[in-house]
């Protein structure tokens, strides 16, 4: 199947510093990554949907001066929270999605982000 | 506007049979998935209906009905690492998922 990595898989980082988070399609190309934040015990909730080689699009509330996507290649895509706060601290999803008939969306493993 | 509707938790014994419903309404459809979600860690694929009926796989089988906007996820012979949380997500026209807020399972011995 399909497999998706994110790294790193944890990271604590001080108030104000920039993290950067990279997700990786390693056996197929994905013509769309998404990024996804999750708090404790809540649902997913989709921060941005980028398309590679184009900007990407953020949904409403989502500072897109804040959280920096970029998604240079068919296999990578970053998200980078810059100036941390405590309230960033959360677990950050992305998926994948290639060309497959169901169009389905392949996670990572998560990376949690905890700002001090 | 576009909305999953699912129960918040759910609990069931070991061995026994589970049903957790979704009700949805999508900008378009282009299918409904079902997720697995363990504590601390990242939805896992388990089940893609995009025509009405019944997908067996396995102990686990989803069900689609279009006209009536609903799906469910069915557990057979539970067992105790079944305890997670179980995402419905609808895919809209622009082939987006839209999730629902996830039901908790909670298996009991």
């Known amino acids: 199947g399909a497999v998706v990595s994110q790294h790193p898989s944890w990271v604590i980082c001080k108030s104000g510093t920039s993290v950067k988070i990279e997700c990786r399609s390693l056996?197929?190309?994905?013509?769309?990554m998404f990024w996804y934040r999750q708090f404790p015990k809540q649902s997913l909730m989709l921060m941005a949907t980028?398309?590679?080689?184009?900007?990407?699009?953020?949904e409403q509330g989502v500072e897109k001066d804040k959280f920096l996507i970029n998604h240079a290649s068919l296999t990578l895509s970053t998200l980078t929270v810059t100036s941390a706060h405590p309230e960033d601290s959360s677990f950050y999803i992305c998926?994948?999605?290639?060309?497959?008939?169901?169009?389905?969306?392949?996670f990572g493993p998560g990376t949690r982000l905890t700002v001090t | 506007g576009q909305n999953i509707d699912q129960p918040t938790e759910m609990t069931a014994t070991e061995g026994a049979i589970v049903q957790i419903n979704c009700t949805y309404q999508?900008?378009?459809?282009?299918?409904l998935f079902w997720y697995q979600q363990h504590a601390g860690e990242a939805p896992t694929f388990l089940s893609y209906?995009?025509l009405d009926g019944l997908e067996e796989k396995g102990r686990f089988s989803s069900f689609l009905s279009r006209s009536k906007g609903y799906s469910y996820l069915l557990l057979k012979e539970l067992q105790m690492k079944d305890s997670a949380s179980y995402l419905c997500?609808?895919?809209?026209?622009?082939?987006?998922?839209?999730w629902g807020a996830g039901t908790k399972l909670i298996i009991k011995p």
């Open positions: 997500a609808g895919m809209d026209s622009n082939y987006q998922l839209i």
């Open positions: 999508t900008s378009g459809f282009n299918g």
């Open positions: 209906n995009v």
């Open positions: 980028s398309n590679e080689g184009s900007k990407a699009t953020y």
């Open positions: 056996d197929f190309q994905a013509t769309t």
């Open positions: 998926s994948a999605r290639g060309t497959s008939e169901t169009n389905e969306q392949y």
